[in-house]
Nanobody, 126 residues
């Protein structure tokens, strides 16, 4: 079984940047593709980005395309989400988890499990 611990969130002004980290533990050789998801207050969870098991294939939801970059370092069992030019609508709790497949537009249904971690809070506000 895999466990995911997210970190790196915080309060940032519009236009600012944050780098989220997702450390994976457990049977990491079975990790496969990974996705980042977020949930804003009063809204349903939405997909943000995903990366394939090899790192060669990535997808982003249209609202973050060109501003966010996903990457992975399997030697460190860590997946990153670099977020630049942040906007107030990016505010929410960000989660990472294993996904069945990495496809656009990163629908929440691709998550392999409904067992979500604590997430990390991102607040974009002036």
């Amino acid at each position: 079984q895999l466990q995911f611990v997210e970190s790196g969130g915080g309060l940032v002004q519009p236009g600012g940047s944050l780098r989220l980290s997702c450390v994976v533990s457990g049977v990491t050789r079975e990790l496969g593709a990974v996705g980042w998801f977020r949930q804003a207050p009063g809204k349903e969870r939405e997909g943000v980005s995903c990366i394939s098991s090899t790192g060669m294939n990535t997808h982003y939801v249209d609202s973050v395309n060109g501003r966010f970059t996903i990457s992975r370092d399997d030697a460190k069992d860590t997946v990153y989400l670099q977020m630049d030019d942040l906007k107030p609508e990016d505010t929410g709790i960000y989660y990472c988890t294993a996904v069945l497949v990495c496809i656009h537009p990163v629908p929440p249904s691709i998550a392999r499990s409904d067992d979500w971690g604590q997430g990390t809070q991102v607040t974009v506000s002036s």
